[in-house]
T-cell receptor
Framework: NAGVMQNPRHLVRRRGQEARLRCSPM?????VYWYRQLPEEGLKFMVY????????ESGMPKERFSAEFPKEGPSILRIQQVVRGDSAAYFC????????????FGPGTRLTVL | AQTVTQSQPEMSVQEAETVTLSCTYDTSESDYYLFWYKQPPSRQMILVIRQEAYKQQNATENRFSVNFQKAAKSFSLKISDSQLGDAAMYFC?????????????FGKGTKLTVNP
């Protein structure tokens, strides 16, 4: 049973470009969460999605950031017009969504903005 | 607001010895979940152990156990018989269930070094 998959593992972008981060949840999981980890910090919640629905995006910056989890395919975290402050590790987690379930994390995508 | 505090930025332990990592949290909820995650140099987040607040018994997973003090809002992790592979960042996390949403709130982490 494959775990949570994220790609790419490393992404380099220049300021002003777009970054697309992909997350495939564990088999059978329909709930996806995105977290951001800045250097020397813990993970910070960004957004919680279910298939075709954004449940909670209270941790997402108001501009340039968007997320989706379509009926088919992976969840996408999209950052438009990246700035140096967007450099971080972005982690995706998935769960079955039941109250007792645990979030299982992917290996993360390390975004570097030049 | 729910917060998680890890007061030890770094800890070290001798191989085969025992070490305890501290975590305190702040919440007004009565039922919640707490977790310890390990992040080795690969940066993968690995679940170590979890505790449901309604359970009085402390969770254990092999060499890992917790000391859950609900009244004190304390959730420490004890690692027994430490191994070199235990060296990692350890994050304490609190799970918020709120208005149909769910998220984890993490502490800033404790870097554990295991000395041979």
């Amino acid at each position: 049973n494959a775990g949570v998959m994220q790609n790419p593992r490393h992404l380099v972008r220049r300021r002003g470009q777009e970054a697309r981060l992909r997350c495939s949840p564990m088999k059978g999981h329909s709930h996806v969460y995105w977290y951001r980890q800045l250097p020397e910090e813990g993970l910070k919640f960004m957004v919680y999605l279910q298939k075709e629905n954004i449940i909670d995006e209270s941790g997402m910056p108001k501009e340039r950031f968007s997320a989706e989890f379509p009926k088919e395919g992976p969840s996408i975290l999209r950052i438009q017009q990246v700035v140096r402050g967007d450099s971080a590790a972005y982690f995706c987690a998935s769960s079955l969504g039941r109250q007792l379930d645990t979030q299982y994390f992917g290996p993360g995508t390390r975004l570097t903005v030049l | 607001a729910q917060t998680v505090t890890q007061s030890q930025p770094e800890m070290s332990v001798q191989e085969a010895e025992t070490v305890t990592l501290s975590c305190t949290y702040d919440t007004s909820e009565s039922d919640y979940y707490l977790f310890w995650y390990k992040q080795p140099p690969s940066r993968q987040m690995i679940l170590v152990i979890r505790q449901e607040a309604y359970k009085q018994q402390n969770a254990t997973e092999n060499r890992f156990s917790v000391n859950f003090q609900k009244a004190a809002k304390s959730f420490s992790l004890k690692i027994s018989d430490s191994q070199l592979g235990d060296a990692a960042m350890y994050f304490c996390a609190y799970r918020i269930l709120q208005g149909g949403s769910e998220k984890l709130v993490f502490g800033k982490g404790t870097k554990l070094t295991v000395n041979p």
